[in-house]
């Protein structure tokens, strides 16, 4: 899982057209809109993610992102492995601040949660995704959160279409040497 926020920017004037040779000409000022915000879930080897667009990323946000986790994406899974990064917001007593205490536990208690280490914020591949989603929906001007969730879903929709798994290729023994300083060292 992870998060990303988007600037929503819209035009000052309208854009002028492409024509045979010309590229499409766009004014350098804009209108800024204020921002959003993306929430990414991602199953590696089901090839399947799920984007969800908010007003905020706040404790209370992601809170109620991972209860739809649990229950709407994932009802029947007695464990659910959530790896995400250190974010302040990203811990089990978020969920608190957002629920009832028994509602709060009943999440909690289906959640086996892995940080990734600092700076290797590269482990996560829900952020590699994100990634991706900015390279190839996001990396223009999008002028109001409603354009901003129709441009997510077309691209959840196509992405979960392919059911493209994830081909992780860093494994234990690449692990043992990129991060050698985490594993503990045995002397004889």
């Known amino acids: 899982m992870d998060e990303t926020s988007k600037q929503l920017v819209g035009e000052m004037r309208v854009p ?36 969800r667009i908010t007003a905020r990323r706040t404790k209370v946000d992601w809170a109620h992102r991972v209860r739809e986790l649990v229950d709407r994406l994932y009802p029947r899974a007695e464990k659910i492995v959530l790896v995400m990064d250190n974010l302040n917001t990203h811990a089990p007593a978020s969920l608190y601040e957002a629920f009832a205490p028994a509602e709060a536990k009943r999440i909690a208690d289906r959640l086996e949660i892995h940080y990734t280490p600092k700076h290797g914020s590269w482990l996560n591949m ?17 002028a109001d959160a409603a354009t901003l969730e129709r441009e997510a879903a077309a691209w959840e929709a196509a992405q979960n279409a392919t059911k493209a798994k994830i081909d992780w290729r860093f494994t234990t023994a690449d692990a043992r040497i990129k991060l050698k300083k985490l594993y503990p060292s045995i002397q004889e």
């Open 16 to 51: 002028v057209a492409a024509a045979v040779g010309r590229p499409a000409r766009y004014d350098y000022e804009y209108v800024r809109n204020g921002t959003a915000n993306a929430f990414l879930f991602c199953e590696p080897l089901a090839g399947k993610r799920h984007v």
């Open 126 to 142: 829900a952020e590699i995704e994100l990634g991706i989603l900015g390279r190839q929906c996001l990396d223009r001007r999008i």
